[in-house]
């Protein structure tokens, strides 16, 4: 293919948060001028917390954007954009679960796109093992219970449309695949 049939002509900032920057994209789709909107996400991190009975740790929390609580793995954004992913998923495991492990045996399970149409977030997503009780150190604008579920619990929540996250969906799945858990 010589020519793409989508060039990116121009990307105007728009608006700074937190954890994301969004920028208006003006492109040529096919010969048409088009806008499109792209958020820039500063990166994160998630984490399968697996206890020695074989139950995975859950974070129970409100989601703003949805208006209600979900039930995800401990996840968090990076702390500056060169934050190692293995750092940011050891420091949020401890944070939100009040468990901690020792970095050396966080083990990478998957890399996530959490929504490619629009935005450029990866997650990198980690199997935590031999947790050891710390405590929750959470954000002044957090609060976050920490429940245990079953793999096969967890995977009938998914199918059942309870849980809706894309990473979390996403690590359950790949962990129950990868480690052949039923």
Known sequence: MDQ????????TFKYQGSILKIYEDTVDANGHLAHWDFIHHIGAAAVVPVTK?????????????????????????????????????H?????????????????FLIRVN?????????????????????RQNLDEDEYIEVEEWTVKDLEEKIYQGEITDGKTIGAILAYARKYDVK
Do not use: H, W
Not at 4 to 11: C, D, F, Q, S, Y
Not at 114 to 134: G, K, N
């Open 4 to 11: 793409l049939p989508v060039k990116r002509l121009n990307r």
């Open 53 to 89: 009975d074989g139950t995975i740790l859950m974070v129970r929390q409100y989601r703003n954007a949805l208006d209600r609580y979900t039930l995800e793995v401990p996840a968090g954004a990076l702390n500056y954009p060169e934050e190692p992913k293995i750092d940011c998923a």
């Open 91 to 107: 420091r949020e495991l401890e944070e939100e679960t009040g468990f901690k492990t020792e970095k050396e045996k966080l083990e």
């Open 114 to 134: 959490t929504t490619v149409a629009f935005c450029d977030e990866v997650i990198d997503i980690f199997v935590a093992r031999d947790l050891e009780p710390s």
